[in-house]
Nanobody, 115 residues
Framework: QVQLVESGGGLAQPGGSLSLSCAAS????????MGWYRQAPGKQRELAATLTSGGSTNYVDSVKGRFTISRDNAKNTVYLQMNSLQPEDTAVYFCTARMIPYTYWGRGTQVTVSS
């Protein structure tokens, strides 16, 4: 059973930064895509960023230029660097990993942006 464990959430001020980590129990080369979704209170879960095994990235328009997804293959870890945070970024952030036909999810980490 694949396990994904997120860390790095917390409280940040508007304009601040946070870095999220997602440690996988499997070699991340096995996943076709890894990514981060987020769910704000009262809203549907949405894609924030994805990274394919080939290195292609995709971001939701609202985070482009502010968030960066990356990985460390040796550590089986995917990261989400979040800069210029805004209150609208407040959400629970979930790590995902796609190994066709399955998609695995972490339990999520809370990110709160508030002054």
């Amino acid at each position: 059973q694949v396990q994904l464990v997120e860390s790095g959430g917390g409280l940040a001020q508007p304009g601040g930064s946070l870095s999220l980590s997602c440690a996988a129990s499997e070699n991340i080369f096995r996943f076709s895509t890894m990514g981060w979704y987020r769910q704000a209170p009262g809203k549907q879960r949405e894609l924030a960023a994805t990274l394919t095994s080939g290195g292609s990235t995709n971001y939701v328009d609202s985070v482009k230029g502010r968030f960066t997804i990356s990985r460390d293959n040796a550590k089986n870890t995917v990261y989400l660097q979040m800069n210029s945070l805004q209150p609208e970024d407040t959400a629970v952030y979930f790590c995902t990993a796609r190994m066709i036909p399955y998609t695995y999810w972490g339990r999520g980490t809370q990110v709160t942006v508030s002054s």
